[in-house]
């Protein structure tokens, strides 16, 4: 069983949620984000999401793209993302998703990304722009070196596609609570929910949703019909705010704290 396996299972023993936050890797530099992803491993998080910078970040709002170019100009790379989960490892077991395009990965080489990967302790890779016999065949790569290959789906994904994604796909779902790009939004649609009882039809892996959320509330409702929620571009919009104004780590880790309370309790217990 996978260590994204074995979090979801302790979860569903112990009848809880999980909180899933998301980062770019090396934003602003890749000394802060380790602080960062350390303070949110504190906070409590179920699995931290790394975002491998791009320069054409098509599936992202502007919060998230902004975060990408501040990391590419600082000269984060794959290389240094991955050195970065091995000092993480020296510290915290929670798990590891890398959230990427293709692109980057192909220029970094699967055969050393995947041996690598295992290596350090990367539990997971979403690749966004991958479908079809494509994901199913990097699937089987990722698997085969005991890295799970986190899928995505949409409200206007198909019953069919659905289907054929919960094949391929471990570790988790990543339902994507709207069509469009990522960023905070104030108010949460139904389409959300409605894609997760679909999706359960197909799959007995647990499904995070996320794409706009950024409050407590919002959270609460992911709560109540999935396993768990991601937060991104609210925690990305706190640590571009937090420049020159205070710790980004210490920011986000009260930011985190506030919107998941009950998940920063319980990591205070343990």
């Known amino acids: 069983m996978s260590n994204i396996a074995k979090t979801f299972d302790a979860l569903k023993r112990t009848r809880r949620k999980g909180f899933i936050p998301f980062v770019s890797a090396g934003d602003p530099d890749i000394e802060t984000s380790l602080a960062i992803v350390k303070a949110l491993a504190c906070s409590g998080a179920t699995v931290i999401e790394l975002g491998v910078p791009f320069s054409d970040p098509m599936a992202d709002g502007p919060t998230i793209q902004r975060s990408s170019q501040r990391s590419l100009a600082a000269g984060t790379d794959l290389g240094k993302i991955i050195n970065m989960v091995r000092a993480f490892r020296k510290e915290s077991d929670v798990p590891v998703v890398l959230f990427s395009y293709l692109n980057p990965l192909l220029r970094f080489g699967l055969?050393?990304?995947?041996?690598?990967?295992?290596?350090?302790?990367?539990?997971?890779?979403?690749?966004?722009?991958?479908?079809?016999?494509?994901?199913?065949?990097?699937?089987?790569?990722?698997?085969?070196?005991?890295?799970?290959?986190?899928?995505?789906?949409?409200p206007t994904t198909t019953d069919e596609r659905i289907a054929e994604i919960a094949v391929t796909a471990s570790?988790?779902?990543?339902?994507?609570?709207?069509?469009?790009?990522?960023?905070?939004?104030?108010?949460?649609?139904?389409?959300?929910?409605?894609?997760?009882?679909?999706?359960?039809?197909?799959?007995?892996?647990?499904?995070?949703?996320?794409?706009?959320?950024?409050?407590?509330?919002?959270?609460?409702?992911?709560?109540?019909?999935?396993?768990?929620?991601?937060?991104?571009?609210?925690?990305?919009?706190?640590?571009?705010?937090?420049?020159?104004?205070?710790?980004?780590?210490?920011?986000?880790?009260?930011?985190?704290?506030?919107?998941?309370?009950?998940?920063?309790?319980?990591?205070?217990?343990?």
């Open 111 to 154: 055969d050393d990304l995947c041996s690598l990967a295992s290596e350090v302790g990367i539990d997971g890779i979403l690749i966004t722009d991958v479908v079809g016999e494509e994901a199913k065949e990097i699937g089987a790569q990722l698997r085969s070196n005991g890295i799970d290959l986190i899928s995505l789906i949409a």
């Open 171 to 270: 570790g988790f779902i990543y339902a994507v609570s709207r069509a469009g790009v990522t960023g905070a939004q104030s108010e949460m649609t139904s389409d959300a929910r409605t894609l997760v009882e679909r999706a359960r039809k197909f799959t007995d892996l647990p499904i995070a949703v996320g794409f706009g959320i950024s409050t407590a509330e919002q959270i609460r409702e992911v709560w109540k019909y999935a396993d768990a929620a991601v937060v991104g571009s609210a925690i990305v919009s706190v640590i571009e705010k937090s420049a020159g104004v205070e710790d980004p780590a210490a920011a986000v880790e009260r930011f985190a704290r506030s919107i998941a309370p009950e998940i920063a309790n319980k990591s205070q217990e343990v």
